[in-house]
């Protein structure tokens, strides 16, 4: 078969590591790339070989590409992920699906009405380590999930704020910069959260922005979850330092940064330790539980991420991530500023 001819819609940070893999699998081959007329964008093409378009919709008249991937800026997400489906071009669109919930339920529902395929990219679902994980829940191995507890506590550097001012303001924080990305996971582990409670903290930086946030969460199924968000935290334990799945980070190999219990046993994520009761045995804090570490085969889960997509651009699978679940996770983060700014439980 013909490799997928695809288009790259911001050829930035995490635009590139697209591009890479996009050029490294042979089901796949870049088309074009679409970005504004800087220097920087047309040397890029010239090295891929491809060409430089200013404009989508321009791009999208040319009838290059099978599929397309979205990695401009949030603001950009929604008329451009609307292009492509009106274009009825597949697409991957980066996290968060839009920049607002208006616009997310925007474009959802031309997903749904165009029938056009929408793939999210919260690519951590598509690690190993999540799929042994969701495995290990949905085949009852924990009993019934009773909690989950989560971490993404880290130390981002002076510099970080000195090269962006505006991670300083209201809007640049954590919650919104990083906390999507959890609660996809939590999602995906636990299921449906319909309430929310959190707390904020600015005390240690002293921006207007928050750098520590504390969250409850109620899930559909009755369980409950913890997390504890902070960027000037001096810890391992959050996703970048302890799965090793992204080498710009150290890594931990030891630490973790979830633990989902139910009534048989629990998993610490990323380690894969299990602990639990066999059949049989009565669970009760004075038995011993039985103890082993579930295999992973690793593998980077942005090229995982990107042979799905090719599966759904060929129509074998539906999105493991669809706009749905993208504007799902965009609500619980909305809600959480909302139940900060105003210190009360929000249902969604």
């Not at 870049?30 to 093409?45: F, G």
């Not at 609307?82 to 607002?100: F, G, M, N, Q």
């Not at 639990?276 to 295999?295: A, N, R």
């Amino acid at each position: 078969m013909k490799p997928i001819k695809i288009i790259v819609i911001g050829p930035g940070l995490i635009g590139k590591q697209h591009i890479r893999l996009v050029n490294e699998n042979p089901r796949s081959a870049l088309a074009a790339i679409v970005a504004p007329d800087h220097a920087q964008n047309h040397v890029i093409a010239a090295e891929l070989g491809v060409p430089l378009f200013y404009d989508l919709s321009e791009c999208l008249a040319h009838d290059l590409a099978g599929a397309a991937i979205l990695s401009s800026p949030n603001e950009f997400h929604t008329a451009q992920g609307i292009a492509c489906i009106e274009a009825a071009v597949p697409v991957l669109i980066e996290k968060p699906i839009t920049a607002s919930v208006a616009d997310g339920e925007r474009l959802l529902e031309l997903a749904k009405t165009r029938g056009t395929k929408v793939l999210v990219g919260h690519h951590r679902a598509h690690s190993p380590l999540m799929s042994k994980a969701r495995e290990a829940i949905s085949t009852g191995r924990l009993g019934r999930l009773v909690s989950i507890m989560g971490s993404a506590q880290f130390h981002k550097p002076g510099r970080y704020f000195e090269d962006g001012p505006w991670r300083r303001e209201v809007g640049g924080g954590p919650i919104l910069i990083n906390l999507i990305h959890e609660i996809g996971n939590f999602r995906s582990l636990c299921g449906e959260i319909v309430a929310v409670q959190a707390v904020t903290s600015s005390a240690t930086r002293g921006f207007p922005v928050e750098d520590t946030v504390a969250i409850n969460f109620i899930f559909a199924n009755g369980a409950l979850g913890t997390f504890l968000l902070s960027d000037t935290a001096a810890t391992a334990m959050s996703w970048e330092q302890t799965s090793g799945e992204n080498p710009s980070y150290p890594s931990y190999a030891q630490e973790n940064c979830y633990t989902v219990a139910g009534t048989r046993g629990s998993l610490a994520v990323p380690t894969m330790r299990l602990r639990y009761y066999p059949e049989g045995i009565e669970p009760s804090w004075w038995t011993p539980f039985s103890e082993e570490v579930l295999h992973v085969e690793r593998r980077d889960p942005l090229a995982c991420q990107l042979e799905h997509f090719l599966d759904v651009v060929e129509g074998k699978v539906e999105p493991l991530v669809s706009a749905e679940d993208g504007l799902c996770n965009l609500r619980v983060t909305e809600a959480i500023r909302k139940s900060a700014r105003d210190r009360q439980l929000v249902d969604l």
